[in-house]
């Protein structure tokens, strides 16, 4: 059974970072590329960053420059580093994988920006 489990959320100031941590079971790990999604109240659920098996990145437009998505795939983890954070960030934020055909979720990690 896949799992994914989200945590390093919280609650921080405009400008502030946070990490988050996205440790994947189930899975070949290093065979598995994974996503970092986000949803805010009244908004759709947006695709933030991904990070393929071979290590290849992509990210959203709204957080280039910001944030940075890696992996240690002797941990089965994902990262998210979030730097200069703005209100606009306040969201739930999911990790995501596609394995056996199953597109399995998080449970989600909660942050915050205060302006």
């Known amino acids: 059974q896949v799992q994914l489990v989200e945590s390093g959320g919280g609650l921080v100031q405009v400008g502030g970072s946070l990490r988050l941590s996205c440790v994947v079971s189930?899975?070949?790990?290093?065979?598995?590329?994974v996503n970092w999604y986000r949803q805010a109240p009244g908004k759709q659920r947006e695709l933030v960053a991904g990070?393929?098996?071979?290590?290849?990145?992509n990210y959203a437009d709204s957080v280039k420059g910001r944030f940075t998505i890696s992996r240690d795939n002797d941990k089965n983890t994902v990262y998210l580093q979030m730097n200069n954070l703005k209100p606009e960030d306040t969201a739930a934020y999911y990790c995501?994988?596609?394995?056996?055909?199953?597109?399995?979720w998080g449970q989600g990690t909660q942050v915050t920006v205060s302006s």
């Open positions: 995501n994988t596609l394995w056996g055909a199953r597109d399995s």
């Open positions: 189930g899975t070949n790990f290093r065979f598995t590329g």
């Open positions: 990070v393929t098996s071979f290590g290849t990145t």
